[in-house]
């Protein structure tokens, strides 16, 4: 059925990329939340995706790839309002209740100790690029795979890249503990 929505879109059919933007929308409004961690750039970001993916969807050369490629328009959105803030970091306020905590058989630290707020703080302390898999991966549940896809990166370097996020986020909390 997806399939059909995308070939019909990428014909110019726009109640079926309206039905495409319906089903998608909660999902790439979460990761450009979590990645540029305040509503007003998620939601500029979000615009952003769909206007890009609507004006790319004609080059789009694989219509079973449509949600990685559509990842990978709204982490380069997420990128573009970075470099629009000109490097202002700020503090997420997000709802951490939805996310899932990382993994603790890979990880050091006790999840269920850590408050929101000081998550929040630390998880603003990262990169963009740990933050992006971090979501991609705990929050979205994608498979290694899948998130290689997204970012046009080989397997191995998102294991490489998240086994790095998680340590940095480890640190991050660990420095929110300390007075």
């Not at 409004?29 to 990645?35: G, H």
């Not at 990166?153 to 998680?166: E, Y």
Request: proline share 3%.
């Amino acid at each position: 059925m997806e399939r059909q929505l995308v070939e019909r879109a990428r014909r110019g059919d726009r109640e079926a990329y309206e039905t495409l933007v319906r089903r998608k929308v909660d999902a790439v409004l979460r990761t450009a939340l979590a990645v540029l961690g305040n509503e007003a750039d998620a939601d500029d970001a979000v615009q952003e995706t769909f206007l890009a993916a609507w004006r790319r969807l004609p080059t789009l050369r694989d219509v079973d790839r449509f949600d990685a490629w559509l990842g990978r328009i709204t982490l380069n959105a997420c990128l573009m309002a970075l470099r629009r803030r000109r490097g202002v970091r700020e503090i997420p306020v997000t709802d951490t209740t939805s996310a899932e905590p990382i993994d603790r058989a890979a990880s050091d630290f006790d999840a269920a100790a850590v408050s929101a707020d000081a998550f929040d703080r630390a998880f603003g302390r990262l990169s963009v690029d740990q933050r992006a898999i971090l979501v991609l991966h705990h929050l979205d549940a994608l498979p290694i795979t899948e998130i290689a896809a997204r970012l046009g990166i080989p397997g191995g370097t998102v294991k490489s890249r998240l086994h790095a996020a998680r340590r940095a986020l480890e640190r991050a909390l660990a420095a929110e503990d300390r007075p």
